[in-house]
């Protein structure tokens, strides 16, 4: 619905009761009346009630000051375990962050399951190669087997392009 036809909707909104304007004045008038002649509005403090509030709080507090305290009993055993998994966490964090992991830690085995199972293009492979020697060293001078690139030059390599060029 737009705007504009919004107020020829009859559903939509609050009603007023049935003459309500031709009654709000009358309504005003009887409700002055009626406070001018209730003086007692309900509430009524008691006497000496703020006069005595500053005693009764102050002795409900030094009542509860005066209950036990209670501690608890740790036994020292706790404390000494506390203690040692304290200290085992500690070497294990500092013992496993001089650990260094490296591409030429990796057997060729494991390389070449990881490349294989992923299905790497040349582009995604190139973004794995971090140090240029490595590549070089290991990769390049392993000993490819001939059912390796056969099945490389049958799954990858396609024909059409090299005759093209």
């Known amino acids: 619905m737009k705007l504009k036809d919004l107020h020829n909707d009859k559903t ?3 009603k007023m009761p049935k003459d309500y304007f031709n009654t709000l004045e009358d309504s ?6 009626l406070q001018d002649k209730v003086s007692d509005h309900g509430f009524k403090v008691p006497d000496y009630y703020f006069d005595t509030l500053e005693d009764e709080i102050l002795t409900k507090f030094h009542s509860k000051s005066t209950t036990k305290v209670r501690t608890l009993n740790i036994k020292p055993w706790a404390y000494a375990a506390s203690i ?3 200290l085992a966490l500690m070497f294990t964090l500092t013992f496993s962050k001089n650990q260094t992991h490296s591409i030429s830690s990796i057997n060729n085995d494991t390389l070449e399951s990881f490349i294989l199972s992923e299905e ?9 190669i971090t140090d240029s020697d490595v590549f070089e060293n ?9 059912a390796s690139i056969d099945y490389y030059i049958e799954s990858e390599v396609d024909l059409e392009d090299l005759l093209d060029n």
Do not use: R, V
């Open 138 to 146: 290991d990769i390049l001078n392993s000993a490819l087997s001939d």
């Open 28 to 33: 005003i008038l009887n409700e002055a009346k």
């Open 12 to 14: 939509a909104g609050f």
């Open 120 to 128: 790497l293009n040349t582009s995604e492979m190139a973004t794995l």
């Open 84 to 86: 040692a998994a304290c």
